[in-house]
């Protein structure tokens, strides 16, 4: 009977244990900072992360949208051409997935940056759109000047864009799926032609969404 107690007892414990362990966290990426402020009238310090910087656009529907539209959002960014020949496609059709997953909630986004603004006019970028099936303003393919998009896929997404005369289309970019929180922090970053890792960020989106809001200060 000791013997059985004992075992019941593991059981449990195991249990627990496995129990508390089970809610999952995700890291925060880029550069940060330790900051000194005052909460509740004491003195504390506290973390500042790298976040995504203001910028405004213009989507396949001719509308300004810009990171303003993205307060209070989770969102998915990624880097893409029209024209590309090899990746994008890939990613696009697997992007699809986290598309249909997510649609119809308020508080998520996917943003695709057109790192070919000469190409890409909003009318191409429109045709695009229709082509992969999108519709309303879950997805938007963003539309800016060159260098500021480049300078936010380098500095703010980290991922690598480049002009490149010696690859098929023109143009080099990872294409990397990269998740922003409701304050506009890097989350995670996913290849996003491997489906298994997109459906990894498809489970970590719904991790951000279960996330408590952070506490005022």
């Known amino acids: 009977m000791r013997k059985l107690t004992g075992l019941v007892l593991l059981v449990l414990l195991f249990g627990a244990c496995k129990t508390n362990n089970s809610k999952k966290t995700l890291p925060i990426y880029g550069e940060r900072t330790a900051v000194t402020k005052t909460v509740n009238g004491q003195q504390v310090t506290d973390t500042d992360y790298q976040t995504i910087p ?3 656009f213009v989507n396949q529907y001719g509308n300004s949208a810009g990171s303003k539209d993205l307060d209070g959002k989770i ?4 880097f893409f051409f029209t024209s590309c020949p090899s990746i994008c496609p890939i990613m696009q059709r697997n992007m699809l997935n986290v598309y249909n997953e997510f649609k119809n909630t308020p508080d998520f986004k996917i943003i695709s940056f057109t790192i070919d603004p000469k ?11 229709d082509k992969l099936g999108i519709s309303g303003n879950s997805w938007w393919l ?7 998009v480049y300078n936010l896929a380098a500095k ?16 080099m970019h990872q294409g990397y799926f ?22 990894q960020l498809i489970d970590d989106i719904k991790t951000l969404q279960a996330e408590p809001a952070p506490a005022a200060q």
């Open 54 to 56: 203001a910028f405004k």
């Open 178 to 199: 990269v998740l922003i929180d409701k304050q506009k922090r890097v989350r995670g970053s996913y290849d996003g032609t491997d489906m298994k890792q997109v459906n």
């Open 156 to 171: 703010s997404y980290l991922v690598a864009v480049s002009e490149d005369s010696t690859v098929a289309g023109g143009y």
């Open 142 to 148: 963003l539309l800016g000047d060159r260098d500021s």
């Open 75 to 78: 969102y998915v960014a990624d």
């Open 119 to 129: 190409h890409d006019t909003v009318p191409v970028l429109k045709s695009y759109a």
